[in-house]
């Protein structure tokens, strides 16, 4: 685990709104992780989550939604930093930023330490699995004894990719880096509905005929490395690092917080 020491502020315009974000991590004497918003925090594992809107929202009693919360979720999970802070988000949305976990995952590795925190794993008491309603898209969750992941995805111009994480892999070098991305053919829908209008190619990939990467691609199998990462941010809302082997086939946001979830109701210390 690590100790955050020093405080972490990132700015730059939502995925979504396309409007000026900012998110502040900082120590916080509490053995919870806190998310906070204008007058309102709350441990993050009390708050409800909807993955339905092409993110992961954290909702507040009073129905402030702080949006597209993955990957800085994913830096903090994928580091280690389970207790002791702080997370103060203005704008109502996460910041794009570089539209995966890397320049996040770096802050963290310079403003922390690893220490003893006193936060035991959680391991599963049973397997779960949600699923989308004709069972294609799904998720399912087993005890293990290491945290581990399992993820396929199938994309038009991209085709199926498989891989799989464990706890012991290098996260800010294999899965901190892999962008998040879109079809090119779904962007002015996308945009129409007020989603990705904080998107450009300096924080996504655009899928088509061609693939737009700015770069080019990190990996060619970068798009299943960040469904990864998004689902690591995902079981951070559970509040607890776990020892469970979780398995992925097309899922998304949703999926990935309804089996949080009830992964919250299934888990044992370790």
């Not at 053995?31 to 993955?51: A, Q, Y």
């Not at 794009?96 to 936060?119: Q, R, Y």
């Not at 053919?185 to 899928?207: C, K, Q």
Request: charged share 25%.
């Amino acid at each position: 685990m690590r100790k955050l020491n020093g405080k972490i502020e990132l700015s730059g315009l939502g995925l979504h709104s396309g409007k000026e974000c900012c998110v502040t991590i900082e120590p916080y004497d509490t053995p919870e992780v806190i998310l906070r918003t204008g007058n309102e925090e709350s441990p993050l594992r009390h708050l409800k989550t909807d993955g339905t809107k092409r993110g992961s929202d954290y909702i507040f009693p009073d129905g402030e939604r702080v949006r597209t919360c993955e990957h800085v979720f994913s830096a903090l999970c994928g580091t280690g930093v389970f207790s002791g802070v702080r997370i103060t988000v203005e704008g109502g949305e996460m910041p794009a930023l570089d539209g995966c976990a890397k320049c996040v995952t770096e802050a963290i590795m310079s403003n922390s330490d690893i220490a003893d925190t006193g936060i035991e794993h959680r391991m599963l008491c049973e397997p779960l699995m949600v699923s989308s309603e004709d069972g294609k898209r799904f998720a399912c969750a087993f005890p293990c004894n290491e945290f581990r992941i399992t993820y396929t995805v199938e994309y038009p111009y991209v085709g199926v990719q498989t891989f799989d994480y464990t706890g012991g892999m290098n996260y800010a070098e294999e899965i901190a880096p892999a962008r998040t991305f879109a079809m090119k053919s779904e962007v002015e829908y996308l945009r129409s509905h007020g989603m990705a209008l904080g998107g450009t190619l300096e924080n996504a990939i655009l899928i088509g005929e061609v693939i737009e990467a700015n770069g080019g691609l990190h990996w060619e199998n970068e798009f299943v490395r960040h469904k990864v990462l998004d689902l690591i941010g995902d079981i951070y809302s559970t509040g607890y690092p776990m020892k469970a082997h979780i398995i992925a086939m097309r899922a998304g946001h949703d999926i990935h917080l309804r089996l949080a979830e009830k992964m919250k109701g299934a888990m044992n210390c370790a």
